[in-house]
T-cell receptor, first 112, second 111 residues
Framework: DGGITQSPKYLFRKEGQNVTLSCEQN?????MYWYRQDPGQGLRLIYY???????QKGDIAEGYSVSREKKESFPLTVTSAQKNPTAFYLC???????????FGNGTRLTVT | EDQVTQSPEALRLQEGESSSLNCSYT??????LFWYRQDPGKGPEFLFT???AGEEKEKERLKATLTKKESFLHITAPKPEDSATYLC????????????FGRGTSLIVHP
């Protein structure tokens, strides 16, 4: 079955360490997205990419970085510059402008 | 600026007690309105897309409707398994590929 796979499901890191969250899709979608979800705040867009080798900052990109070397993959790195990285991170994709997003099942990152 | 407001923030129902969730929006050139269901600890699951005022979509106990200013998600005779957070999002026109999301309605259905 086609879908979006995020790994790992849970991730624990010490403050000051960079960490990379994986997102892979086999839906053949061009556009991919990273969102952060915190209680009471809804979904906030971190980065998005409409095509390979191109990506744009979302509303809360500071302290994060991404790459899009392959159509299927859109990894997110949470750097030590991110002041409050503990959150639930969601990856999504879609195949056209008017289509709904398809989401992965998220990675819960805890930084202590 | 595109905006989506969902109400109520939280809703508690008894099993079988029908109700509606509201999604009010302002958007430049609506290209689609989407409803999602999100269970705790999981990613949102797509439910419906509505494209134009007057359109309706149904799935089991859920029915989504759309006007020029708002959408409703009607839940008929809900069951405890309908408990979840329901998210609404709008896709604006123009060249943007970025949907705008509401903050969601948390629904709890008691047996």
């Amino acid at each position: 079955d086609g879908g979006i796979t995020q790994s790992p499901k849970y991730l624990f890191r010490k403050e000051g360490q960079n960490v990379t969250l994986s997102c892979e899709q086999n839906l053949n979608h061009d556009a991919m997205y990273w969102y952060r979800q915190d209680p009471g705040q809804g979904l906030r867009l971190i980065y998005y990419s409409q095509i390979v080798n191109d990506f744009q900052k979302g509303d809360i990109a500071e302290g994060y970085s991404v790459s899009r070397e392959k159509k299927e993959s859109f990894p997110l790195t949470v750097t030590s510059a991110q002041k409050n990285p503990t959150a639930f991170y969601l990856c999504a994709s879609k195949d056209s402008h008017n289509s709904p997003l398809h989401f992965g099942n998220g990675t819960r990152l805890t930084v202590t | 600026e595109d905006q989506v407001t969902q109400s109520p923030e939280a809703l508690r129902l008894q099993e079988g007690e029908s109700s509606s969730l509201n999604c009010s929006y302002t958007v430049s050139g609506l290209r689609g309105l989407f409803w999602y269901r999100q269970d705790p600890g999981k990613g949102p699951e797509f439910l419906f897309t509505l494209y134009s005022a007057g359109e309706e979509k149904e799935k089991e106990r859920l029915k989504a409707t759309l006007t020029k200013k708002e959408s409703f998600l009607h839940i008929t005779a809900p069951k405890p398994e309908d408990s979840a957070t329901y998210l609404c999002a709008v896709q604006p026109g123009g060249g943007s590929y970025i949907p705008t999301f509401g903050r969601g309605t948390s629904l709890i259905v008691h047996p």
